[in-house]
């Protein structure tokens, strides 16, 4: 993939970016756990605050992802699969996009619906896998730099997870509607619960597309 001194320090500067891009996201879905704690004691004034706080780390991660486009952009023709790179970096940046909408959705419903229904705990499950799947994505990214040939050995373990999530939101999207009398509340959880799952998809293309990257180091 890189050839000399220039092709290395190229190589070192873009995955140091991915990198960060990786690490930021893991903090901000961490977030998500967060807020979603708040929200549980009624807290909402800490949960606006944290909206704020997912939003500034969605702007980070873009302000990573810009930054890597630069990057690339200044090394001209060194680095072969700039197209690899970049969709990775689009891939990842797109799993952050979840936890902005999550918070915010967390605002706009009553907690009392969760504790009604005594469905708080598996929410809480499912944030939690959700975050161990980032954990695992932000593995992958790592290895890039570390041992590449690693990477495919820690997908498999993220693609077990991911089923294991799907599941956990199969079993949740089918108890709820018989639950929750209100068509709009029902909404309300379901499409918390599709954005939970919908980001655990997003980590594993995210990791689908490190690993097609890893191939070319």
């Given amino acids: 993939m890189y050839e000399g001194e220039t092709e ?33 004691k009624e807290n909402n004034d800490a949960v606006v605050k944290y909206i704020e706080e997912a939003k ?3 702007d980070e991660v873009e302000k990573y992802r810009r ?7 200044s090394m001209g023709n060194i680095i072969m699969n700039r197209e690899d790179v970049l969709r990775s970096a689009y891939a990842i940046e797109g799993i952050v996009n979840y936890v902005y909408s999550i918070i915010f959705r967390l605002g706009q419903i009553d907690p009392r619906i969760f504790k009604k229904f005594k469905i708080e705990k598996e929410l809480e ?10 954990q695992r994505m932000n593995e992958v990214v790592r290895m890039l730099t570390i041992n590449p040939q690693k990477v495919p050995e820690i997908a498999v ?5 991911e089923k294991v999530i799907d599941i956990k939101y199969r079993t949740l999207s089918m108890k709820l509607p018989n639950t929750l ?17 919908t980001l655990s998809d997003e980590c594993l293309r995210a990791t689908d597309a490190v690993t097609i990257l890893a191939l070319g180091i």
């Fill in 8 to 40: 290395l320090r190229a190589k070192r500067k873009t995955l140091s970016l991915l990198t960060d891009e990786a690490r930021k996201v893991v903090e901000g879905v961490r977030i998500v756990l967060y807020a979603y704690n708040e929200f549980l």
């Fill in 56 to 58: 500034k780390v969605e």
């Fill in 67 to 73: 930054s890597l486009i630069k990057e690339l952009m």
């Fill in 125 to 134: 499950e499912l944030i939690l896998m959700s975050i161990d799947a980032v």
């Fill in 157 to 161: 373990e993220l693609e077990n997870i």
């Fill in 181 to 197: 009398s209100n068509v709009i509340e029902a909404f309300l959880v379901l499409d918390i619960l599709d954005r939970i799952e």
